[in-house]
Nanobody, 125 residues
């Protein structure tokens, strides 16, 4: 089970830190991805981190503003967002897939088996 938290309302230029906490499985065996879905839009890939945290990848639209990390001891992955823009408004989801030992990350929704319920982020003045 994956549970996101940390969403909310923030002004443009502000920051938010999202968390994705896992239970029920050995968290360090899984890679984690972050996706988002804006109103009326398809869900899109934001970024991902491999099982160890050594490899991360973020989409071009958020590169340099969003950072992904994880703490396997806390069964939690994080999405740190700075310099937020109104176009970052969306429901943010974390997802996971088995990937122990993988040096790479995956970017497509269908590659992820487990999903959280989402947390809403609104960037508005």
């Amino acid at each position: 089970q994956l549970v996101e938290s940390g969403g909310g309302l923030v002004q443009p230029g502000g920051s938010l830190n999202l968390s994705c906490t896992a239970s029920g499985r050995t968290f360090s065996n899984y890679a984690v991805g972050w996706f988002r879905q804006a109103p009326g839009e398809e869900r899109e890939f934001v970024g991902a981190i491999n099982w160890s945290g050594f490899t991360t990848y973020t989409a071009g639209s958020v590169k340099g503003r969003f950072t992904i990390s994880r703490d396997n001891a806390k069964n939690t992955a994080y999405l740190q967002m700075v310099s937020l823009k109104p176009e970052d408004t969306a429901v943010y989801y974390c997802a996971a897939h088995a990937g122990y030992g993988d040096a790479y990350v995956k970017v497509f929704e269908y590659e992820y088996n487990y999903w959280g319920q989402g947390t809403e982020v609104t960037v508005s003045s």
